[in-house]
Nanobody, 122 residues
Framework: QVQLVESGGGLVQPGGSLRLSCAASGFTFSNYAMNWYRQVPGKGREWVATISSSGDSTNYADSVKGRFTISRDNAQNRLYLQMTTVKPEDTAVYLC???????????????WGQGTQVTVSS
């Protein structure tokens, strides 16, 4: 079965950096786009970034463009999110999600992980 396990979250100061990781299993990782989403209690799930199955194409929400970088390692079945210049409003649970095809501009997905908490605070 599909499994997505996120790691790397924690407490970081405003302006700092953090790298999230997602270990994927149960499907052919290199055949699917992957996404990062985030969720704040009481709010809906917000799309953050998408990467194509090959890793050649990426897309970002305006709120993180220029600060976050999505990447993947198809040999290791891993997805990453490099977060830089973080802000308090980036505080959320970050979820790795499996895309439904090789590419989706705005992050269509069918499976998701449990998430990892990121807290930006001084």
């Amino acid at each position: 079965q599909v499994q997505l396990v996120e790691s790397g979250g924690g407490l970081v100061q405003p302006g700092g950096s953090l790298r999230l990781s997602c270990a994927a299993s149960g499907f052919t990782f290199s055949n699917y786009a992957m996404n990062w989403y985030r969720q704040v209690p009481g709010k809906g799930r917000e799309w953050v970034a998408t990467i194509s199955s090959s890793g050649d194409s990426t897309n970002y929400a305006d709120s993180v463009k220029g600060r976050f970088t999505i990447s993947r390692d198809n040999a290791q079945n891993r997805l990453y999110l490099q977060m830089t210049t973080v802000k308090p409003e980036d505080t959320a649970v970050y979820l790795c999600t499996k895309g439904v095809g090789r590419w989706s501009s705005f992050g269509a997905y069918d499976y998701w992980g449990q998430g990892t908490q990121v807290t930006v605070s001084s």
